[in-house]
């Protein structure tokens, strides 16, 4: 089992930017991040594939950066241009492939491994 850990959520006005981190434990090579604001279901973010490759939802292209670092020990999630429809729990997640979701490819919602998640607030 892969342990995950998100930090780096906070509070922010529409504009800024947050870099999230979590760190992971174990060799679960397909991995992203989800969120999920009040009475919204949880909706994927980014993905990161076992060979590298990224996808974004349409609503954070070209905002958010998916990435890790050479060690695979931590998955960063940059944001950028922050709106206050971006408020919401984030979560990272690790699966041993990843599934395709809306076009891309992500972590199973099913069979992934999830970090307890982490607060962003973007007021306007």
């Known amino acids: 089992q892969v342990q995950l850990l998100e930090s780096g959520g906070g509070s922010v006005q529409s504009g800024g930017s947050l870099k999230l981190s979590c760190a992971v434990s174990?060799?679960?090579?397909?991995r992203g991040w989800f969120r999920q604001a009040p009475g919204k279901r949880r909706e994927e973010v980014a993905g990161?594939?076992?060979?590298?490759?990224?996808y974004y939802a349409a609503s954070v292209k070209g905002r958010f950066t998916i990435y890790q670092d050479d060690a695979k020990t931590t998955l960063f999630l940059q944001m950028n241009s922050l709106k206050p429809e971006d408020t919401a729990m984030y979560y990272c997640?690790?699966?041993?492939?990843?599934?395709?979701?809306?076009?891309?490819?992500?972590?199973?919602?099913?069979?992934?491994?999830w970090g307890r998640g982490t607060q962003v607030t973007v007021s306007s």
């Open positions: 997640a690790a699966d041993l492939v990843c599934t395709s979701v809306n076009g891309g490819y992500y972590p199973s919602e099913t069979f992934s491994d």
């Open positions: 174990g060799a679960r090579l397909c």
């Open positions: 990161l594939t076992n060979d590298g490759r990224t």
